[in-house]
């Protein structure tokens, strides 16, 4: 018996959509961002800092929580991230995710 709750637990947090952040809620939250990203992500003009505008909202969400979690490494950004809760985590992707990026164009046609 116990070995189906946890199955069924485990099926069900599987099954459950990943938090949808709030963009609005993410624009107030990326001030830090801004530095190194820009105030809309389409970066400041230098190449080391990527462009996040327009990126998939999942995938942003997933960079930071693996900066946060370690599993991906950059000094800067685990310093960033290291206060940072799912929920604003969620809302600074959604909030770049929204802004219209160089490539946005383009992601049409994987989609």
Do not use: W
């Amino acid at each position: 018996m116990r070995r189906y709750l946890l199955a069924a637990s485990l099926a069900l947090l599987a099954a459950s959509p990943a938090m949808a952040g709030d963009a609005g809620e993410g624009q107030k939250k990326s001030q830090p961002c801004q530095a190194c990203h820009g105030v809309d992500g389409n970066g400041i003009g230098d190449p080391q800092y990527p462009i996040i505008a327009g990126q998939y909202e999942d995938y942003l969400l997933h960079s930071l929580r693996s900066y946060k979690d370690g599993s991906r490494e950059n000094l800067i950004m685990s310093g960033f991230v290291a206060t940072l809760s799912d929920e604003d985590m969620a809302d600074l992707a959604a909030y770049f995710a929204a802004q219209k990026g160089p490539l946005q164009d383009l992601r049409h046609i994987e989609d």
